[in-house]
C-alpha cells in the first residue's frame, strides 16, 4: 500500500515536499524501484523522477530537472519529491508508484497546485 501525501497549493516559484509512506510490501522496502508520477488535466500521466532499488540512482523528466529531487529513507518506508520553483505548468496530481520485477503498486494521488 503506498499513501502520498504533503500535496496542496502554492504559488509560483514556491516549494511543497510529497511523501509516500509505503506498507505492506511483499518484499523489503529497499528492493522496490520507486518513481513519481503526475497527470495535469487532459493530459496522459506522465513520468516525473525515479529512484532504483540497488543504486538509488535517480533520473528525471527534463521539465523537472534542477528543481525536483527524489529521495527515499529506508528506515521509514518513505519516499519524498522535493519541489521547488513550482510553476502553473506542475499543476497535476502527483502519484507515487513502486515496482519490483512484475510487481507494481500505485497510490491514490496527491493533489498539488500551482496558481498566484
Known amino acids: 500500500q503506498l499513501q502520498e501525501s504533503g500535496g496542496g497549493w502554492v504559488q509560483p516559484g514556491g516549494s511543497l515536499r510529497l511523501s509516500c509512506t509505503v506498507s505492506?510490501?511483499?518484499?523489503?522496502?529497499?528492493?522496490?524501484?520507486y518513481n513519481w508520477y503526475r497527470q495535469a488535466p487532459g493530459k496522459e500521466r506522465e513520468i516525473v523522477a525515479s529512484?532504483?532499488?540497488?543504486?538509488?540512482?535517480?533520473n528525471y523528466t527534463e521539465s523537472v530537472k534542477g528543481r525536483f529531487t527524489i529521495s527515499r529513507d529506508n528506515t521509514k518506508n518513505t519516499v519524498f519529491l522535493q519541489m521547488n520553483s513550482l510553476s502553473p505548468e506542475d499543476t497535476a496530481v502527483y502519484y507515487c508508484h513502486n515496482r519490483w520485477g512484475p510487481l507494481t503498486s500505485w497510490g491514490q494521488g496527491t493533489q498539488v497546485t500551482v496558481s498566484p
Open positions: 529512484i532504483s532499488s540497488a543504486s538509488g540512482a535517480t
Open positions: 505492506r510490501l511483499t518484499f523489503p522496502f529497499d528492493q522496490y524501484n
